[in-house]
C-alpha cells in the first residue's frame, strides 16, 4: 500500500512546501530562506535561489540583461538588490494552476444539495492568462519574487508599493475581471489583505475592516449558489469571509462574515470536497485544535485534537478509494502522517504511515529523529503526499492502483441512460447518468466556427453531463475498502472486502444476497456468470501482551507468532470455482484448482481464469518483462493443446537476471480447470474483450497485447507506464493511467495460422458435402471426367498486426514476410537492420523516429515457384485526455516585438486571432474541415477513474466522488479511425471529408494496416505518391528479406 516515490536529503529542514498540479515539480524553502525547485519524478534539481538575502547571480543577470536591450544604469536601488527576508509562502502559477484551482472550487460546490442548476464541475477552460510562462512566486517578508521559469526572467514587488507592510501570506484569486487577470492577494502584518495585477504590477484593491492581527493563511473557494468567496485566518483567532465577485470598480472591500475559529490565531484553512453535501472548511490553531465549518450556514460542525500535546502545523483533504474512512490528512513535528476518519463518524485520528520507515537508514543519524515540517498533497493525485522533514523531501505514493467502489451496470438496448453501482459508507447506490445536451455528440459538428477561429464540433469541450444518484434499500454489511464487479450477462453484483476478508453477491433486478462468505479475491468469466473466489479465513490477532511483559523479546516473539500464523492461514487458502444458475443459486464445480504450494496472491478472470502464487525472491519494483506467446488455447475449435513458449520481445536479452519479473502467473481454463500454457509473470491487471478475440495484459511500464482467436498469438507491447485498468471496444482499448487517458487501436492482421485454419474449414466442407452425396447416390457420385486444367495459384496476403497506440516515440516497423519453398530454424527467425540505410526512403512516407526495426519471416512449401509476401504495420501516439493545458508559446518566444502603447496588447492578439480563423479550411458544402490530425488533449478528470467505455459516441468515465465524466470522441481524425477499428469503413471514408486533406495519407495507412486497402484508396485527399511510395517500400524490404535469406543460406 505504500512506498516510497522519491526522496532528496537536504541539510537543512523544510519548512514550505508546494507541488504543481500537471508537472512533476516541487517548491520548497528551507530554514535559511532557501528555494529550490527540485522534479521529483526525474530526481533533478531544476532551479535554486537564495531568496532571503541577496541573490547575487540573479542581481547579475538583470543587469547584464538591462545593458542588451540598450538601458541605462537606474538611480535607485534595483529590486533585485532588496533582501528578502523570511519565506512565508512559495507557489507556482500558470493556465494549469489557474484552471485546476478554479475546477477544485467549482466541483465541490456542485455537490451540494441546493447548488445551482448551471452549477457543475463541467466548465470551459477560462483563457490563456500568463501566456505560455511558468511562473515561481516567493512571498517573502519584504518583497514578492516573481520568476518564469521559462525565459528565467524575474519581475520583484518589494513591500513599499503594497503599502510598505509585512508579506505574510498570499493566495491566486480564480475569478476577476478580463483586464485585471490575473491577481494574487497578500495577507499583510497589519490584517489588510491586497490584491496585485499581475499584469500591471500595480496594487489595485483592499480588504479591510476586518481582522485586527497579522493574516496568516488565506484561500478562495465556492458556495453552492456560484459565488466566489475569499477566506482568511489570521493571528486574532477570527476566520473572515470576502467577495471575490466584484468588478474593477471596487477599490476596498468589507467583510461578508467574520467568526471566531481558534484560541491564540489560525494557522491554515483548507477546503474539503463532500460527496453529496455542501463543500467544509478545514481549519487548524494554535491551540492544537481542528475545526470543520459548514459553509453553508458556517456553523462549526466539529472540533477535535488530532495529536495530543502537538500543534497540527499542516492539513490537507484527503479522497483515495483504499482509505473509504479517512478524509482529513494532517502533521505534527514527529514522524507520521495522521489521518482523520469521516467527522460524521468517530473522527479518530490514526497514523497513516511513519515516514521514519521509507527513507533509506543511513539518511537519519543514530541520535536524531525524523520530524515532519510541512506537508501537502497533490491536487490530481492524491496516491502522492510530500512531506519536507528535517532530512530532506520525502514523497510517499498510496496505492495508485486502487480503484473507486464502483461499476457500471449494461445498458438496456435503445436507451441513452446509463447506470452504475457504487458504495459510499454502508450504503449501495445508484448513479444514473447521460448527456445533458439532445443533440448526439458522435455526429459533431458540421459548420460553426467559434469566435476564436476554432472549430465548435472539433474543439472538444468539455460536454456537460446529467446524473442523479439513487439510494438502494438493501445495505452492506461493511464500510471498509471495497471491490466491485459485474458478471459478464450484468444480472450479478460481486463485492470484495479484502482487509474483513468477505463476500457478496447481489442479484440485480431485486438486490437481494445470493452467494456470501469468506474470500479476499474474486474473479469473473468472461463467458458465463462463473467466478472464482480465493477463500480465506479470518487473519490472526497479535496476542495482547501482560503488564510486566512489554520487552523488546515479548513483542518480536508475538509478531512473529502472528506473521506465521498469517503465512500458515494464508497457505491453507484455496481457489475455488461457482456458478449462479438461472434461478439464483450458486453451486460449487471447483473446491480447489492448481496443485502448486505457493500461497495464491491474485486472481485475474477472463476467458480464462489466472492465478498469481506468491514468490519467494524479491523483484525489484521497476523491473521490466517480457510475456510469453500461447501457442494454442482451447478458445477454438481448431486448436491443438499446445503450451507456452518464450517470447523475445528484442529487449530481454539487455535486461540483468535481478531485474527479470518472476514466471508465478498460471492460466486456467473454466471448463476443465487445468493448466493452460506454462508460468507466465504476474500481470498487474487483466483486460478480456467481450467477444473472446483480444486481451492485455498490464505490467508496470507497458501493456502485452494479445489475439485470442483462432489461437492466442503475442501481437505487441504498448509503452503506457502506470496504467490502473481499460475496456475493450471491439478493436479499441481505452487505458487509463494516473495522468491521462491513452487510446489503442488493435488488428490481428492475418497470420499464417489464419491460412491453415481456413484451408481446414474447407476440406471439411469438402468432406461433408462428398458424405452428403455419397449417402444420396452411392459412390459413383465421387467419379469425376478430367478435363484441361491450367495451374493457378492461390496469394493470400498475410497481414501482420496492427497497433496503434499511444506512447512518446514508440514508432516502429514490424514487416512479416512469407517465404515459400524451404524451411528455416527458430534461432534465424528475426533480422533486425538499421535504419541508417533507408532512412531517407522511410521518413518522407512514414515520418519514422524509430531507431529499428523488425522483419519476422517463415518459409512454407508450396507447389509453383518462391513469392514474398510482405505486410506492414506501426505504432502511432493518440492520447485523449490529461493534466495538462493545451500548450501555448509566450508571445515574446514566437512573434516579432509588438509595440503598445498605454499596455494595450490588443494588436498582437487580434493577429493571433486572424492567423487562426485563416487556419481553418471550409469543404465543399459548407462543411468546416479539422486542419490537426488529432484534437488537443482533453481535460482528464482528477483521481483514480473507472473506465465505462465508448456509450452514445463518448467515452464514459467515473471518477472517486461517483461522478460521471464524458469524453469528446467527434474529431474526425479519432472518429474515422474508430469507425474503422469498429468494422464500419465505409462511414470511415465518409468522415474523412471532415479531416484536413493533408491528413489522408496518414489515415489511409491506418486503414491499409487494419485491413480496408480497398476502401483507403478511395480516401478523396490521398495523395498520388502514396500509392507508389507504398508499393516501392515494399518491394524495397522485400529485396532486403531476400537478401538476408541468401546469406542465410550461404
Known amino acids: 500500500m505504500l512506498r516510497l516515490r522519491a526522496f532528496r536529503g537536504t541539510n537543512d529542514k523544510i519548512v514550505k512546501i508546494a507541488v504543481h498540479p500537471t508537472h512533476p515539480w516541487l517548491v520548497t524553502a528551507d530554514a535559511s530562506d532557501h528555494v529550490s525547485v527540485w522534479n521529483w519524478e526525474h530526481r ?30 537606474p538611480k535607485g536601488k534595483p529590486t533585485e538588490a532588496i533582501r528578502g527576508g523570511s519565506v512565508k509562502q512559495v507557489s507556482f502559477f500558470d ?7 478554479l475546477w477544485r472550487n467549482r466541483s465541490a460546490a456542485a455537490e451540494a444539495p441546493t447548488a445551482v442548476n448551471h452549477l457543475t464541475s463541467t466548465f470551459a477552460s477560462p483563457a490563456p492568462s500568463t501566456k505560455g510562462r511558468h511562473f515561481l512566486v516567493i512571498c517573502c517578508e519584504n518583497k514578492a519574487i516573481f520568476l518564469d521559469l521559462v525565459t528565467m526572467r524575474s519581475r520583484d514587488v518589494p513591500k513599499q508599493e503594497l503599502d510598505n507592510k509585512s508579506l505574510l501570506c498570499m493566495e491566486f484569486l480564480s475569478r476577476s475581471s478580463a483586464g485585471d487577470s490575473p491577481l494574487v492577494a497578500f495577507g499583510g502584518s497589519d490584517g489588510i489583505i491586497r490584491v496585485l495585477s499581475m499584469m500591471t504590477w500595480k496594487l489595485v484593491r483592499r480588504y479591510t475592516g476586518g481582522h485586527k492581527g497579522s493574516i496568516s493563511c488565506l484561500m478562495t473557494f465556492m458556495a453552492s449558489s456560484g459565488e466566489a468567496l475569499l477566506v482568511s485566518g489570521a493571528s486574532d483567532g477570527l476566520l473572515i469571509l470576502w467577495s471575490a465577485d466584484h468588478g474593477q470598480d471596487s477599490r476596498e472591500l468589507v467583510p461578508k462574515l467574520s467568526l471566531k475559529a481558534h484560541d491564540g490565531g489560525v494557522v491554515a484553512v483548507e477546503l474539503s470536497r463532500v460527496i453529496g453535501g455542501a463543500p467544509q472548511l478545514i481549519t487548524i490553531g494554535a491551540d492544537k485544535t481542528l475545526a470543520i465549518w459548514d459553509t453553508m450556514s458556517f456553523k462549526e460542525l466539529r472540533r477535535i485534537k488530532p495529536v495530543p500535546r502537538l500543534a497540527c502545523h499542516s492539513v490537507a483533504s484527503w479522497c483515495h478509494p483504499r482509505a473509504p474512512n479517512l478524509d482529513i490528512l494532517t502533521c505534527v513535528k514527529d514522524s507520521y502522517i495522521w489521518a482523520i476518519e469521516h467527522p460524521t463518524y468517530s473522527a479518530l485520528t490514526r497514523p497513516l504511515c511513519d515516514l521514519s520507515s521509507l527513507v533509506p537508514p543511513q539518511v537519519v543519524a543514530p541520535n536524531k529523529k525524523l520530524r515532519v515540517y510541512c506537508m501537502v498533497a497533490h491536487p490530481l493525485q492524491p496516491h502522492l503526499v510530500a512531506t519536507g522533514t528535517n532530512v530532506g523531501i520525502i514523497v510517499s505514493e498510496f496505492d495508485a492502483r486502487s480503484l473507486p467502489p464502483v461499476v457500471p451496470l449494461p445498458t438496456p438496448p435503445g436507451s441513452r441512460e446509463h447506470s452504475a453501482v457504487y458504495i459510499v459508507e454502508r450504503e449501495l447506490k445508484l448513479l444514473n447518468f447521460q448527456l445533458s445536451n439532445t443533440t448526439n455528440p458522435s455526429l459533431g459538428n458540421n459548420g460553426s466556427l467559434s469566435e476564436t477561429g476554432k472549430l465548435k464540433g472539433d474543439s472538444l469541450e468539455s460536454l456537460h453531463v446529467k446524473q442523479i444518484k439513487k439510494h438502494i434499500s438493501t445495505p452492506v454489511p461493511h464500510d471498509s475498502y471495497s471491490v466491485l464487479s459485474i458478471s459478464s450477462s450484468g444480472k450479478y453484483l460481486a463485492i470484495v472486502w479484502p482487509d474483513i476478508p468477505y463476500f457478496s453477491i447481489y442479484k440485480v433486478s431485486d438486490w437481494s444476497i445470493v452467494d456470501s462468505g469468506s474470500a479476499r479475491l474474486l474473479a469473473w468469466d468472461t463467458c458465463s456468470d462463473r467466478f472464482a473466489i480465493l477463500e480465506s479465513a479470518l487473519p490472526p490477532r497479535m496476542p495482547i501482551l501482560p503488564k510486566g511483559s512489554s520487552s523488546r523479546k515479548a513483542k518480536e516473539a508475538a509478531a512473529a507468532a502472528a506473521q506465521a500464523a498469517a503465512a500458515a492461514t494464508a497457505a491453507s487458502a484455496n481457489v475455488q470455482v461457482r456458478i449462479l444458475l438461472d434461478d439464483g443459486t450458486s453451486n460449487i464445480l471447483m473446491r480447489s484448482i492448481g496443485s502448486r504450494s505457493e500461497p495464491v496472491v491474485g486472481l485475474h478472470g477472463g476467458a480464462l481464469l489466472g492465478v498469481a502464487y506468491r514468490t519467494p525472491r524479491r523483484i525489484s519494483p521497476g523491473a521490466a518483462t517480457a510475456i510469453s506467446t500461447i501457442q494454442s488455447m482451447p478458445l477454438s475449435g481448431f486448436g491443438s493443446s499446445g503450451s507456452f513458449a518464450t517470447f523475445d520481445d528484442g529487449f530481454s536479452s539487455q535486461r540483468s537476471p535481478a531485474e527479470a519479473m518472476p514466471q508465478n502467473f498460471q492460466l486456467f481454463s473454466w471448463e476443465t480447470f487445468q493448466p493452460v500454457g506454462g508460468l507466465l509473470p504476474q500481470p498487474e491487471w487483466t483486460a478480456w474483450d467481450q467477444t473472446v478475440e483480444y486481451c492485455a495484459f498490464a505490467y508496470q511500464h507497458y501493456i502485452v497485447i494479445s489475439s485470442l482467436r483462432p489461437q492466442y498469438r503475442y501481437l505487441g507491447d504498448v509503452a503506457i507506464a502506470y496504467a490502473t485498468g481499460a475496456v475493450w471496444q471491439r478493436r479499441q482499448l481505452f487505458v487509463a493511467t494516473p495522468t491521462t487517458i491513452e487510446c489503442v487501436f488493435v488488428d490481428a492482421g492475418i497470420a499464417p495460422i489464419d491460412i491453415e485454419t481456413r484451408k481446414m474449414k474447407e476440406e471439411m466442407k469438402l468432406k461433408e458435402v462428398q458424405a452428403r452425396a455419397v449417402a444420396e447416390h452411392g459412390e459413383l457420385a465421387l467419379i469425376s471426367v478430367e478435363g484441361p486444367q491450367t495451374a493457378t495459384q492461390e496469394r493470400i496476403t498475410l497481414r501482420p498486426p496492427m497497433l496503434q497506440v499511444n506512447g512518446p516515440n514508440d514508432l516502429s516497423f514490424q514487416c512479416e514476410a512469407t517465404l515459400h519453398n524451404g524451411l528455416l530454424s527458430p534461432s534465424k527467425d528475426k533480422l533486425l537492420f538499421s535504419t541508417t540505410m533507408m532512412e531517407q526512403l522511410l521518413v518522407r512516407t512514414f515520418s519514422s523516429t524509430s531507431s529499428w526495426f523488425a522483419i519476422n519471416y517463415r518459409f512454407f512449401p508450396v507447389l509453383a515457384g518462391f513469392t514474398i509476401l510482405v505486410g506492414l504495420s506501426y505504432l502511432l501516439v493518440v492520447r485523449l485526455a490529461s493534466f495538462q493545458h493545451a500548450p501555448s508559446v509566450p508571445p515574446f518566444l514566437s512573434l516579432p516585438k509588438q509595440y503598445k502603447v498605454d499596455g494595450d496588447d490588443t494588436t498582437m492578439l487580434k493577429e493571433t486571432e486572424e492567423r487562426k480563423v485563416n487556419e481553418i479550411a471550409v469543404g465543399g458544402g459548407g462543411v468546416s474541415v479539422a486542419v490537426t490530425r488529432f484534437p488537443t488533449e482533453q481535460k482528464r478528470p482528477v483521481g483514480p477513474l473507472i473506465v465505462v467505455g465508448v456509450r452514445d459516441g463518448v467515452l464514459w468515465l467515473i471518477d472517486r466522488y461517483m461522478t460521471a465524466h464524458a469524453l469528446s470522441l467527434s474529431h474526425p481524425g479519432i472518429r474515422c479511425r474508430c469507425l474503422a477499428a469498429y468494422g464500419d469503413a465505409v462511414s470511415a471514408v465518409k468522415w474523412a471529408s471532415r479531416l484536413g ?19 483507403a484508396l478511395h480516401l478523396p485527399g490521398i495523395s498520388k505518391r502514396f500509392p507508389l511510395s507504398f508499393l516501392f517500400m515494399i518491394s524495397f524490404i522485400s529485396m532486403v528479406v531476400m537478401a538476408g535469406v541468401l546469406q542465410f543460406q550461404l
Open 44 to 73: 533533478q534539481v531544476i532551479y535554486e535561489l537564495k531568496a532571503g538575502g541577496i541573490d547575487q547571480r540573479r542581481l547579475v543577470g538583470v543587469k547584464l540583461e538591462k545593458l542588451a536591450e540598450g538601458e541605462s544604469e
Open 95 to 101: 493556465d494549469d494552476v489557474r484552471f485546476w484551482q
Open 997 to 1015: 486533406r493533408e491528413h489522408h495519407d496518414d489515415l489511409a495507412q491506418f486503414m491499409l494496416g487494419m485491413g480496408y486497402a480497398t476502401e
